[in-house]
């Protein structure tokens, strides 16, 4: 099987052609003869659609605003308890209190142990919710879910927990190019790719 726009070659089981992103059209058998066709004549016939379409970027960009608002909330109802279980209040109330006056080194430390375990357990958190929805049944966070969208491979199949996690990370070197350039791809470019899509070989797509 070769591709109508490239002429690369496609395996029988993608969605889309891996060099050029063109969709494949796919069979899809009458289940019922039309009115007035003889019922012999339709036996074995195939009709071929393709109904793929890109997600652009308004719509990945809510669904981005809906996700960070739930990450938010649940980050802030951690925050706390983690907070006052690494002792928050009594490194707080231990910082110098006057203008000028120096830290000391153990307060230095204390402070930046407890500042990098939050930070790490909210990236953790980030990970495990972009990557477990992403990868699971759905194929997209709740506010994908929420917008029509889900995430594919390039052949348009479900992506593991690894491939997820990997578009995860990749969202870190998205976020390296100044002004939001590596977002902005997926408003211009042909499969509506950000940059950790293409870093990750991933397509998002709605229904």
């Known amino acids: 099987m070769f591709c109508s726009k490239c002429g690369a070659?496609?395996?029988?089981?993608?969605?889309?052609?891996?060099?050029?992103?063109?969709?494949?059209?796919?069979?899809?058998?009458?289940?019922?003869?039309?009115?007035?066709?003889?019922?012999?004549?339709?036996?074995?016939?195939?009709?071929?659609?393709?109904?793929?379409?890109?997600?652009?970027?308004?719509?990945?960009?809510?669904?981005?605003?809906?996700?960070?608002?739930?990450?938010?909330?649940?980050?802030?109802?951690?925050?706390?308890?983690?907070?006052?279980?690494?002792?928050?209040?009594?490194?707080?109330?231990?910082?110098?209190?006057?203008?000028?006056?120096?830290?000391?080194?153990?307060?230095?430390?204390?402070?930046?142990?407890?500042v990098f375990t939050l930070i790490g357990v909210a990236l953790i958190l980030q990970w495990l919710y972009y990557a477990y929805l992403e990868s699971g049944e759905k194929q997209a966070t709740w506010g994908k879910q929420m917008l029509g969208l889900y995430v594919t491979d390039l052949s348009g199949n479900r992506i593991s927990f690894g491939r997820a996690s990997g578009r995860f990370f990749a969202k870190l070197i998205t976020r390296l190019i100044p002004l939001w350039i590596g977002w902005i791809m997926a408003g211009f470019t042909e499969r509506r790719q950000a940059l950790h899509d293409m870093i990750a070989s991933c397509l998002v797509l709605r229904h």
């Not at 608002?69 to 009594?90: K, S």
């Open 9 to 114: 070659a496609i395996s029988a089981d993608s969605a889309f052609c891996q060099t050029c992103g063109t969709p494949v059209p796919r069979p899809v058998v009458a289940s019922a003869p039309a009115a007035g066709v003889s019922p012999h004549a339709g036996v074995g016939a195939i009709a071929y659609a393709s109904n793929v379409t890109y997600a652009g970027f308004w719509l990945r960009f809510v669904a981005y605003l809906v996700d960070n608002l739930l990450l938010g909330i649940v980050t802030m109802a951690l925050f706390i308890p983690f907070f006052l279980m690494m002792g928050g209040v009594a490194i707080l109330e231990s910082l110098p209190h006057h203008h000028g006056e120096p830290m000391e080194p153990g307060q230095i430390v204390a402070l930046l142990t407890m």
